[in-house]
């Protein structure tokens, strides 16, 4: 069974500072990958896809960055947080045109 | 652009009532699911269903493409349905699954 992975589950980080959150997504082949962001209260947008390896597609400009090193693995990350850059990150996973499913998310507060 | 509508914004009911959720989208929509949003935020995907009417336990979507709206049918509420439930579309050749703003249910004992 396929089964996709968030990590860290929470961060609090300063303004600045740099940040990383991963997500890996076990058991699909050259699954296609997305990132999400919620602000608190807003509705969920749609950030980065990748439909293959080595290429990210930034649907929403954030000052962040995404990248795919490995089938399994998506990455979002900035040099330097802003305050707005919390809420809270999901990263999915669909194959072609198909139901999109989600990680439980990373909830991160910039202060 | 697609724009996603859902409504009513909020809506509380009695345990075993009946709930009916509305989601119209303003272009044609080749993938349409209906998403449950816990407290804590995590996401579970409720129903795909770009057409027609579909049934998966207390829950039963139906979508009529040529009128763009879709609904949600909960059927004898739970004080754990209680949540956020959020419809989403993607059009034909887009990567982008856009949100509507969401329905929050609370379901009273």
């Known amino acids: 069974a396929q089964t996709i992975h968030q990590w860290p589950v929470a961060e609090i980080k300063a303004v600045g500072s740099p940040l990383s959150l991963g997500c890996t997504i076990k058991g699909k082949s050259s699954p296609n990958l997305y990132w999400y962001w919620q602000a608190t209260g807003g509705t969920l947008q749609q950030l980065f896809y990748?439909?293959?390896?080595?290429?990210v597609e930034s649907v929403v400009q954030l000052n962040l960055s995404a990248s795919r090193p490995k089938d399994d693995q998506f990455i979002l990350s900035t040099e330097k947080l802003l305050l707005s850059h919390s809420g809270f990150y999901l990263c999915?996973?669909?194959?072609?045109?198909?139901?999109?499913?989600f990680g439980k998310g990373t909830r991160l507060t910039v202060v | 652009g697609q724009q996603v509508q859902q409504s009513p914004a909020s809506l509380v009911l009695q345990e075993g009532e009946n709930a009916e959720l509305q989601c119209n989208f303003s272009?044609?929509?080749?993938?349409l699911q209906w998403f449950y949003q816990s407290p804590g935020g995590s996401l579970v995907s409720l129903l795909s269903?770009?057409?027609g009417t579909k049934h998966t336990g207390r829950l039963t979507s139906t979508t009529v493409t040529k009128e763009r709206r879709s609904s949600l049918h909960i059927s004898s509420s739970q004080t754990t349905d209680s949540g956020t439930y959020l419809c989403a579309i993607a059009s034909s050749g887009s990567w982008q699954l856009i949100f509507g703003s969401g329905t929050q249910l609370t379901v009273m004992p």
């Open positions: 990748s439909i293959t390896v080595g290429q």
């Open positions: 999915a996973w669909s194959l072609m045109g198909t139901e999109v499913f």
């Open positions: 272009s044609t929509a080749t993938q």
């Open positions: 269903n770009p057409s």
